[in-house]
């Protein structure tokens, strides 16, 4: 049964953001019932964001039908909306009159910007919040040559509201496992722009002694993008913490000379001199063989190396379908069609079967037989609770995670675990550098145990034995050779979750590939589109998978922790890169992929002339304008148009450029319509909202001083999540572990053996 069977949810999300919450909800097995605007008309992406709902049309404005709106909301566990700040109060739907009633409802607001932020009432488009967060440069090193930074890009992926749907559901179900101790709901506020600092992540991250980081481009021992013999292309990134990889391809690849040579053996940083030659040689190889032959000896090999594909090959790719991250769906417009899968694997709540959209309206007699029955007692599950309920009842803050996974995205996920309360332990080898280990690891514990010697894993599993989530993002078949694969643990803990993070997802050919981000967009079509008219570029400033995946481990940690809080079971969730690089084009792959993924390229400024990137006097600005706006924009900018059709880019285009960006800023948001000049990451952390809302953190490092990163991004009953414990030295919690497990007489013992290290660890915060 699926995990969220019996939890109804109002979906009254229009776009994408607050539909996509309500999909993922509905993905796990909740009763969905979308409420549709008259008039509204289904579109392409309408077909995988209303899969599986039951749909009603209400006119907000009629009273009848508000009453209707109400009543259901009476009815019902969640409650999502992404009007701007203020709507729903006014129409009666806000979160205070609808708990004062019902106070098990969980209500989740999915706004442009926070109802505290200045620009509360201004329209959240994709592309303004991307202006006000920085996210529409090409990546350094992705660009062709001679490429103005200055000029902004375009990407059509809604990766706000992407973000904003994963965190927003993560915080629906934690509220939803608070509410089986307390009966009590919640108030979730989850902003576009406020969501984006999770993808933002590490880039906004750097010691104020150090300063901000320049970005460096993606060139780590050799690591790119190249061309093969059959004109398609290959991305390889042999990055570590060793050279493993590079020697491990070239000796598949048959290149014993190079290794001969000495290539290898020390890395290549990306300012050292030898890096040009590296490539021009790596070019060169590449250059022999077919890309799919090249992708089958990095598979082999076992190093991150993979063909790039378009966006329409990967939905009709073995891999994606074999592993569930495209799915068939009989869609009632397009018939059987090929679309984004649920991003999320559960062993034992499966989640509800991709059911297609119905028509706006199609369920009305049964939603209104609904919203005028007997109204349960509270407006909570109707599943009964468990006969005898075990330590699952447990709040979040409550719970235990040990967290061994490395890198970016699984490290994420434990530390969106800590910011809800939870007690996270961070395992890391010694002897090893630790990516990232400020902002990942923020909020956790740290030790460092090795796990290849038999004492280790003989504390690791003293360890597990007092956890409640377990997360891991080794290569596949990698824990289970350790001994602590799912099944190991399942044995000894079967209430303990097992969160599983990898490059490509279970199953299908590709499973047992390694991969980084880079990778994920390579495979999934994201790379192609973005670097689309040249070579396939790795798209954006941010990294989408990385930050995504672990956004995403996390929502699945919290329904496996919410079935356990109804049944005392535990389960295996998996996600993977490939997952969420598919989930984050899921609205443009419906139907024959290439029809929706025309839009792409670093040339791209917009979708239309109305929701595009224009350069003023001074600098570039977004404008993001709704159809119905064209005839008030003109006016605003002093346009001749006579009709909406014909107020095009060169007329816009001409009339900014007489004016300021800010000026223009100011003057559409007077109107009513979108707008946004351009910020880059840097001022983007000194911004005055950003500082006082606690999106930006400054903590202070017992290894460098003051630190500056991306604080946590929902707020819940009016207050931001807490960040938690600044990051210590990598190993510097491993006394007070072992104390906890009844070691503390052995870690001399531990650490002359280099079981443990917690002396001369590697920096968690880079020094120079």
């Known amino acids: 049964m699926p995990a969220l069977d019996g939890i109804r949810v109002l979906d009254f999300g229009h776009h994408v953001a607050g539909p996509l919450t309500a999909l993922l909800l509905a993905q796990q097995g909740a009763d969905v019932i979308r409420i549709d605007r008259p008039g509204a008309e289904d579109s392409a992406a309408d077909a995988s964001l209303q899969r599986g709902k039951r749909r009603i049309t209400l006119d907000l404005t009629a009273p009848e039908d508000l009453a209707t709106a109400r009543r259901l909301a009476g009815r019902a566990d969640v409650l999502i909306e992404n009007f701007r700040p203020g709507v729903m109060t006014r129409l009666g739907l806000g979160p205070d009159e609808l708990m004062a009633a019902h106070p098990g409802l969980v209500h989740c607001s999915i706004p442009g910007f926070a109802a505290a932020d ?81 993808l933002i992540g590490g880039a906004g991250a750097y010691s104020q002694r150090r300063g901000y980081r320049i970005e460096t481009p993606l060139v780590v021992n050799g690591s790119g993008t190249y061309r093969c013999a059959d004109g398609q292309y290959v991305q390889f990134n042999p990055i570590g913490a060793s050279m493993r990889f590079l020697t491990w391809f070239l000796d598949a690849a048959g290149q014993g000379e190079w290794l001969a040579e000495g290539v290898g053996l020390q890395p290549y940083p990306v300012d050292s001199d030898a890096i040009p030659a590296l490539r021009g040689r790596l070019a060169a190889l590449f250059l022999t063989r077919p890309a ?100 699952a009842a447990q709040r979040v803050g409550e719970l235990r995670v040990v967290d061994l996974t490395q890198i970016l995205a699984g490290p994420s996920a434990g530390r969106i675990l800590a910011e809800y309360g939870a007690d996270v332990i961070k395992v890391n080898a010694p002897q090893r550098p630790i990516e990232a280990h400020g902002i990942v690891n923020r909020g956790k514990r740290s030790i460092l145990i090795d796990l290849q010697q038999t004492e280790g894993l003989a504390l690791l599993w003293q360890l597990i034995d007092t956890a409640d989530v377990v997360t891991q993002n080794f290569p596949q078949g990698t824990a289970e050779r350790y001994g602590v694969g799912y099944r190991h643990v399942h044995a000894r803990r079967p209430d303990a979750v097992y969160v599983s993070v990898s490059c490509y997802g279970y199953g299908g050919p590709l499973g047992r590939g390694r991969g980084y981000e880079v990778q994920g967009q390579a495979v999934t079509g994201m790379m192609e589109r973005a670097g689309r008219g040249g070579v396939p570029a790795v798209l954006g400033p941010y990294n989408p998978l990385d930050y995504g995946t672990g956004a995403m481990a996390g929502f699945g940690a919290m329904v496996a922790l919410f079935h356990r809080a109804r049944t005392g079971e535990g389960q295996h969730v998996w996600t993977s890169l490939a997952h969420v690089g598919t989930f984050h084009q899921s609205t443009l792959l419906v139907g024959t992929a290439a029809a929706a993924a025309d839009r ?149 013992e531990l650490e002359a053996g280099w079981i443990i290290q917690s002396a001369a660890a590697p920096a968690g915060w880079p020094t120079s």
Do not use: K
């Open 292 to 391: 799919a032959e090249w992708e089958a000896v990095g598979t082999t090999a076992g190093v991150p190396l993979c063909r790039v594909r378009t966006a329409s090959e990967w939905v009709a790719d073995d891999h994606a379908r074999e592993s569930g991250e495209v799915v068939e769906v009989d869609d009632p417009e397009f018939g059987p069609v090929w679309m984004a899968g649920s991003p999320l694997g559960f062993s034992e709540t499966p989640g509800a079967a991709s059911a297609p959209r119905h028509a706006p309206g199609a369920d009305r007699a049964g939603i209104l037989a609904d919203s005028t029955a007997e109204a349960p007692e509270r407006p909570m599950s109707a599943r009964p609770a468990p006969e005898n309920p075990t330590s």
């Open 118 to 198: 200045p620009r509360a009432a201004v329209p959240g488009w994709e592309g303004v919040i991307a202006a006000a967060t920085g996210n529409c440069r090409v990546r350094v090193g992705e660009a062709p040559e001679g490429w103005d930074f200055d000029r902004p890009t375009f990407t059509a992926l809604p990766l706000a509201s992407n973000f904003a749907a994963i965190v927003a559901a993560t915080g629906i179900v934690a509220a939803l496992i608070d509410r089986e101790s307390t009966g009590a709901g919640a108030r979730i506020e989850v902003p576009l722009f406020d969501a984006t600092f999770e």
């Open 600 to 748: 792409g390229g670093r040339e791209l400024l917009g979708i239309s002339a109305l929701q595009r990137f224009y350069r003023a006097q001074d600098e570039w600005f977004f404008l993001g304008a709704a159809p119905g706006q064209a005839m008030a924009l003109a006016a605003a900018l002093g346009v001749d148009a006579t009709s909406a059709a014909s107020l095009d880019e060169v007329s816009i285009a001409a009339a900014v450029v007489e004016h300021s960006a800010s000026h223009w800023v100011e003057l559409l948001h007077s109107a009513g319509i979108g707008a946004h000049r351009v910020v880059r990451l840097p001022e983007l952390l000194e911004d005055a909202y950003v500082a006082a809302s606690g999106l930006r953190l400054e903590q202070e490092s017992p290894e460098v001083g003051a630190v500056v990163m991306p604080g946590p991004v929902i707020t819940v009953n009016g207050a931001r999540l807490a960040a938690g414990r600044v990051a210590g030295a990598p190993g510097s919690d491993a006394l007070a572990i072992l104390a906890e497990v009844g070691r503390e007489g052995d870690a001399a």
